[in-house]
Every structure is written in C-alpha cells, then in structure tokens.
C-alpha cells in the first residue's frame, strides 16, 4: 500500500541523519514536477548553505566576544588597585579580585555589605561626606582613610570614585577606584620625621653653641665677680651689689643649663610617676592663672596609673600644655579645660597612626579646651621650635618643641586635633610601666 506523502515532506524533504535536503522517492514523477522540484532544491540548498555561513560568523563572534570578555574580566580582576562598584547606599554590587585581596575577604562574601564596615570608625564622618558629595555634585569626588581587613589591620587609601551615567536609570550607581597609599604615607611620616629630626638637630646645634659662649661668658663674669668680693673688706654697698650681680649670674646659668639639657636631649632620669598626682601638682602651681571663668573638669582611672618618666620633664611637659590651654581660654565666659586620663591597649591595627610605638599597654592622657582652636593653615607648625602666634614679644614659641622632645624622650606619642571654633585636643600616649619594662 501506498504511503501517503504530507505537505510539509513534499516541501522539506530533509534527512535528519545526513542532514542533507532530499527528494522523497515517492513525490513528483513527471519530468517537469521532477525539474521543479530540483530547482525548488537548489533554492533550498542555497539558503541553507548561506544559513551555515551566517552561523559561522555568529559564533565566530560569539567566540571573539568571550574572548575579549575573558581578557576584561582579567583585567578589571588583576588592576594594582581595587575596584567596585557600590549602590546609592553604599552597599557593593560587585568587586574586583584586587580590592577582595585587599580587604581578606572572599569576592562573594563582599557582595551586599556595606562599604562602611571595610572603614575604620573614626574615619566614617569622611567617607559619609564622600558620598554626600556625590549625591549632591553628581561628579568624581576622591577623599583618604583608613580600611580595615577582617583581621582588625588598618591601611591607608584613596577613594576616587565616578557616579555612573552610562544609563539613567535611578537609582544611581557609583564606580569607586580603591588605591592604596600605604607605602606613599609611610614615605612622607618618613620623610617628615627626617625633617623633623633635622631641623631639631639644627637647633640643638644653634642652642647648644650660643649656651656655651654664654656659659663661657658667665665663668668669666663670676670669676671676675668672685675675685671683686675677695678684694673688698665685708659688708659694704658694692660688697652687696656684687653678691646679688653674682646670684643673678648664677640663675643665668641655671637657665643656661637648661637649655642644654634641653638642646642635647639629657637622658630622663626615669622613676616611677604617678600621673593622676603629677597633674593635680601642676594644676596647683597654676592656681593663679585659673581666672573664674574656667571650669576644670579631671577624669582620673579609680587606681591611679604610673609611667616611668622624669619627674621634672613631665611636670614642665603639663604646665606648657595647660598654660597654652588656659592662654587659649583667656577672655572666655565659659571656659573648660578637660583632663582625661586612662590605660589603652594598643594592637597592630592601631600602628597606622602611631609608626614610632609597638603594640602594647599605654597611658593615654587627653587634654582639650574649649578655646579658638587651630586654624589648619598652622597646626602642622606648632611643633615648631619659635612658632608661636602670640608674638615673639610675648611668647618663646619653645613651649610645644619642648612638650614634643619630653614626649619622644619617653618614647611616647602626641597628637594634635584642633578645628577653628571648635577648641583643641591634646592627647599624648606613654608606655605603661607594664610596657615600658618588657
Ligand atoms: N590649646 C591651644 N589652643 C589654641 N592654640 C594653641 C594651643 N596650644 C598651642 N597653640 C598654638 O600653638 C602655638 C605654639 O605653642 P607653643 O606653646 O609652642 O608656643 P607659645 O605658647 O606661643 O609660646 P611659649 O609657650 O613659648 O610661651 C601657639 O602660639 C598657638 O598659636
Ligand atoms: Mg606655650
């Protein structure tokens, strides 16, 4: 029996196995249906053989298109800087390898945490006037600060970060460059503490020559003196005159020596010093000075802390640091200086702000006042030996150069946060007996 040939066979006759166009054996058998059948065919053939050329070029440029993906996707993943992607709340939306290793963390563990909890606290009001800017200025905005791995360990960066326009959807997206300037801000505290050590190493020099020709100059003067007394019968007006010319040589020469002392930096003689006690002590010799208007708030640990430190140094390194304080407060209505004093630990992560300490137990002693404040122009200069806004008339400007030298003589720590309008704060770190004797 005849098998019945359906529409579509007649019109598609195709294998399936060879994958060729054929005529069914069973349609069209005169000349001309065979004739129109092999032109119907070639028709066919043509369009499938174009079809095929069509194919090769897709995946051709499919296979292009992979290629070039995996050579981006390359790239963007092994950049020498972070990069990412955050939304308009500063949550991530995809990552870099480099910006993964940076942080120690897994790239899929980062997606949808916020950016804020790869920041140091202390720096989070810059990172959220970053992204302020952004929404506001809607162009490339950079800042600096700190990150943390999720080991605790800190590091310098710099954001730079684009707001993406490429569409416009809302809402926004931004593009963040992570770079980090570790290494760069280690070079310049580097270069800084050189600078430093010259310009003290300088001054020592000035210091020491100019104390000497004076004290050489005081021998001879009280040499001369002596000599006059011997010369002279007891008790008469120039006899009187003469000792107090002497006494008066004598204190020069006491203030001679202390300038060397303090120009060749004279190894403190370290003893166990209460520090609680040593403030009240300095806050009592300047009882006179402490106008009315000045409220004097203390917060001292319930057990009273010690450092090993010389005792003269760090009474003279407190009355320099309250009397510029209480110079800052002068005319104030409402003054308050405020005293805090506590034990701290230090750990590795916290070694970014302090490159001359080690980790370990600290004294932690705070100072702040409600006066002007420090304009920033200057605060960089205050260390300064002679740098003094209060005129040289007026002022030595050796106060803070001496503070800064007591402080490194105890392998301490100061530092200095200060804005217009908003007062100063002193904080100064010691190493506790506990750490100083390791
Ligand atoms: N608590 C403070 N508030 C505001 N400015 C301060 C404060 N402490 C220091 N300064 C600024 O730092 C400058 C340097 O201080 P420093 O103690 O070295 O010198 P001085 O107080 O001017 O002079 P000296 O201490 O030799 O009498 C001051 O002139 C002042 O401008
Ligand atoms: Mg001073």
Known sequence: MKQKISGQERFFPFDPQTGFLTIHPEFGSTPAAISDQLKLLRELQRFQNELTRQNMVLLRSQQEFMKSKIYYTELYDTLPMGYITLDSNGVLLNANLTFAAMVCAERPSLLNQRLMDYIVPRDHEIYCRHLKDLKALKTEQSCELHMQRKNGTAFDVMLKTAVVSDDHKKPERYRTAVIDISEHKRLEKEQEKRHQADKMESIRGITG????????????????????????????????????????????????????????????????????????????????????????????????????????????????????????????????????????????????????????????????????????????????????TRGLANASGMGLAIVQAIVKNHKGDIAVDSRPGEGTVFTLLFPSIRTASK
């Open 209 to 388: 020559g100019i104390a000497h020709d004076f004290n050489n100059i005081f021998q001879i003067l009280l040499g001369t003196v002596e000599m006059e007394l011997d010369n002279l019968p007891g008790r008469s007006r120039t006899q009187k005159n003469l000792k107090k010319a002497k006494d008066t040589i004598l204190r020069a020469a006491g203030i001679v020596a202390h300038l060397l002392h303090i120009s060749f930096r004279i190894e403190p003689e370290l003893r166990p010093t209460r520090i609680a006690a040593t403030i009240q002590e300095v806050l009592k010799c300047l009882s006179p000075l402490i106008s009315s208007t000045i409220d004097i708030r203390s917060h001292f640990p319930a057990q009273e802390v010690s450092i090993l430190a010389d005792q003269n140094q760090i009474h003279q390194m407190f009355m320099n640091l309250f009397t510029n304080a209480l110079q800052a407060m002068e005319g104030n209505r409402n003054g308050i200086l405020e005293i805090a004093v506590e034990t701290v630990h230090l750990i590795e992560a916290d070694m970014v702000n302090y490159v001359d300490l080690s980790p370990g137990e600290y004294v932690k002693i705070t100072i702040k006042d409600t006066g002007p404040g420090i304009h920033p122009e200057i605060i960089h200069q205050i260390f300064d030996p002679y740098f003094t």
